[in-house]
């Protein structure tokens, strides 16, 4: 669920006064009362750009990009600096074969080039760290879906929590008057008191009960804090306190057309994919990669100086090149059969975690098109219930104006009102937490 072009400045102004909040009880007290209002498009804005777990991929993702960089500068030389001396002292074999006696030394000062690029590896290496970054990028996304989920599924119970207490404290506003009438027919010598016992403990139940509801909403206000990584200290309420259900993929969608949508939208897919050609990529470069020769090349240019015994002059200019061709044989190297095995199977078990994934999103699709399914059957026997309730409610109550109600009628009745309303909240939220999982599943969520 995205904001509208018209919901876009709503969506900022809602933000930046929630950061400004957050920053503040950040440097200094840790707890406040306050309550302050938060939408949905508020908490999908704030949950990608503030929840920790999307900005731990995002690092994740910045160290796979350094991981191609460095692939990649293996392809580069390194220059060197320095100053080197040698001395010999008694017996050496000159040119020629002859040996002699002498003492001699020599010095040299200057820049050296020196590249020596194991090709093969180098190749392989750097489109393997490549495909990295996408799985890495796919990684991202999957967090930044995980992570908006969660955020949405923890206001719909923010937003229960608060359903709850408005059905908690109308039931007890009904209580409290029903007491006061019985409490005064029993002053007047019309009712039985154990009546008015009934009704006085039916109303510290209802009491009882909002309190357990006000603590459920505090908790579910911190719960939704830590998704948005804002303070604890702040006290979430939902803007909109009606809670309606909310249909984001078309009923009529079937199965078949759900699920191509789905492996074509999912991260997850994507990452595996990307992991399963890297593991390939790696593979190649054990059979292939040794096949390729090491190149080795060094040029350096600078001073030579020196002669015999102490001398350390004739300084002049000296070039020296070389250049050669090799091929690893071995471990690491050509022959390698344990190192190729185990490519092997680190290649067939990315192919395996590929199809393992692909029978998980079918699955998800096919669970969460069920659980809607049964939670659209839910919600209308819901409201037939709510509606019976109430109406036996005020039955109930004209039979008590009329002098043949009875009190444990009354009781029974609204309890099965309250009883109702509560099942039906409860359906509402986890229908809409069900569009908002198919949503997700579909790669709709962050659109």
């Not at 002498?102 to 820049?111: H, I, R, V």
């Not at 206000?221 to 990584?229: D, K, M, Q, V």
């Not at 259900?245 to 994919?273: R, Y």
Request: with cysteine.
């Amino acid at each position: 669920m995205t904001c509208a072009c018209p919901m876009r400045k709503a969506c900022l102004g809602s933000i930046l006064p929630l950061l400004l909040l957050n920053n503040m009880l950040l440097a200094q007290s840790p707890i406040t009362t306050q309550p302050y209002l938060i939408d949905l498009a508020t908490t999908l804005q704030l949950a990608r750009a503030q929840n920790l777990d999307i900005q731990i991929a995002k690092a994740q993702l910045e160290e796979a990009q350094a991981n191609y960089g460095i692939a990649t500068s293996k392809f580069l030389p390194w220059l060197t600096a320095g100053f080197s001396w040698r001395r010999h002292e008694g017996r050496t074999q000159a040119v020629d074969g002859t040996l002699i006696d002498t003492n001699k030394q020599s010095m040299s000062l200057g820049p050296s080039i020196t590249a020596q690029v194991d090709l093969g590896d180098a190749i392989f290496t750097t489109m393997a760290s490549k495909q990295m970054i996408t799985a890495s990028d796919a990684a991202l996304g999957l967090q930044q879906q995980d992570s908006s989920l969660a955020a949405v599924k923890a206001y719909f119970d923010l937003l229960k929590a608060q359903a709850l207490i408005e059905v908690q404290q109308q039931a007890l506003r009904v209580s409290e008057t029903y007491q006061q009438q019985i409490s005064a027919g029993v002053t007047a010598g019309v009712v039985f008191k154990g009546d008015e016992l009934r009704i006085q403990t039916q109303t510290e139940r209802f009491r009882m009960n909002v309190t357990q509801a006000e603590q459920l909403q505090a908790v579910q206000s911190t719960r939704l804090a830590e998704y948005l990584h804002l303070n604890p200290g702040i006290s979430l309420v939902t803007q909109s306190k009606e809670l309606i259900p909310i249909e984001l993929i078309n009923p009529s969608s079937t199965i078949e057309q759900l699920i191509p949508k789905a492996l074509d939208a999912s991260p997850e897919v994507k990452q595996s994919e990307a992991l399963a050609e890297a593991a390939l990529t790696n593979k190649k470069n054990t059979v292939y990669g040794p096949l390729i020769p090491t190149v080795g090349a060094q040029v350096f240019m600078g001073e030579l100086g020196g002669g015999k015994n102490s001398a350390s002059s004739n300084y002049g200019n000296s070039k020296d090149y070389a250049f050669g061709l090799s091929w690893r044989l071995g471990p690491g190297g050509l022959f390698d059969f344990m190192r190729i095995k185990a490519s092997d199977a680190r290649l067939n078990a990315a192919k395996l975690k590929l199809e393992k994934t692909s029978e998980s999103i079918k699955r998800q699709v096919i669970d969460a098109q069920i659980r809607i399914q049964s939670l659209t059957k839910q919600l209308s026997s819901s409201r037939i219930t709510v509606s019976s309730a109430n109406e036996a409610l005020r039955l109930t109550r004209e039979r008590k104006e009329l002098g043949v109600g009875i009190v444990l009628e009354f009781i029974q009745a609204q309890q099965e009102v309250v009883r109702s309303q509560e099942e039906y909240i409860g359906v509402i939220t986890e229908y809409n937490k069900a569009q908002y999982e198919l949503s997700k599943l579909l790669g709709q969520l962050q659109k």
